[in-house]
Antibody, heavy 120, light 110 residues
Framework: QVQLVQSGAEVKKPGASVKVSCKAS????????MHWVRQAPGQGLEWMGW????????NYAQKFQGRVTVTRDTSISTAYMDLSGLRSDDTAVYYC?????????????WGTGTTVSVSS | QSVLTQPPSVSAASGQKVTVSCSGS????????VSWYQQLPGTAPKLLIY???KRPSGIPDRFSGSKSGTSATLGITRLQTGDEADYYC???????????FGGGTKLTVL
């Protein structure tokens, strides 16, 4: 079955960086864009960006430009989200989510979620 | 402050119908398809509606979506206690060149 399994929880200090992985299985990894979405405690969903795993092309939300980098390793069907300059308000659950088709922006399969806690 | 506006909460009795609204502008809902997601407590969001009114395989026909102008609506009929969740609308925003979401609506089934 189609699934996205993310890396485990992280605890970071302010100013540090975090890299979250998202391993895809059950489908052709390069055939679907991959989004990254985060959710702060008790808050709504916030889109961070996406990657086209086939070309490696990316698009980031303006809010995160300069701080976020999304990459992929097609040999192991895994996408990565790297967020630098962490602040306390980056504390959130980070999700990867597969795009339904061709950059439609509809997200039909969601990852297991990775909790990132930022605290001094 | 979210780009798309949803009511913070809605409620209805078990077995009844409820609607959740999502208001935007011409730069987002007015010119793009809308998706709706259900998030049960402690779980990842789940796609309920895409292309404004289509249901993915496995989503019951109790869930429906519609769009008119710069607003979209999610409808849920024959409410069940298991429908208690947070619901989010989302779409592309042409001005921001970003996916945008509503702030979410908490559904309570009485």
């Amino acid at each position: 079955q189609v699934q996205l399994v993310q890396s485990g929880a992280e605890v970071k200090k302010p100013g540090a960086s975090v890299k979250v992985s998202c391993k895809a299985s059950g489908y052709t990894f390069t055939g679907y864009y991959m989004h990254w979405v985060r959710q702060a405690p008790g808050q709504g969903l916030e889109w961070m960006g996406w990657i086209n795993p086939n070309s490696g092309g990316t698009n980031y939300a303006q809010k995160f430009q300069g701080r976020v980098t999304v990459t992929r390793d097609t040999s192991i069907s895994t996408a990565y989200m790297d967020l630098s300059g962490l602040r306390s308000d980056d504390t959130a659950v980070y999700y990867c989510a597969r795009d339904l088709s061709g950059g439609s922006t509809h997200m039909d399969v969601w990852g297991t979620g990775t909790t990132v806690s930022v605290s001094s | 402050q979210s780009v798309l506006t949803q009511p913070p909460s809605v409620s209805a009795a078990s077995g009844q119908k409820v609607t959740v609204s999502c208001s935007g502008s011409s730069s987002n809902i007015g010119n793009n398809y809308v998706s709706w997601y259900q998030q049960l407590p402690g779980t990842a969001p789940k796609l309920l509606i895409y292309d404004s009114d289509k249901r993915p395989s496995g989503i019951p026909d109790r869930f429906s979506g519609s769009k008119s102008g710069t607003s979209a609506t999610l409808g849920i009929t024959r409410l069940q206690t298991g429908d208690e969740a947070d619901y989010y609308c989302g779409t592309w925003d042409n001005s921001l060149s970003s996916v945008v979401f509503g702030g979410g609506t908490k559904l309570t089934v009485l």
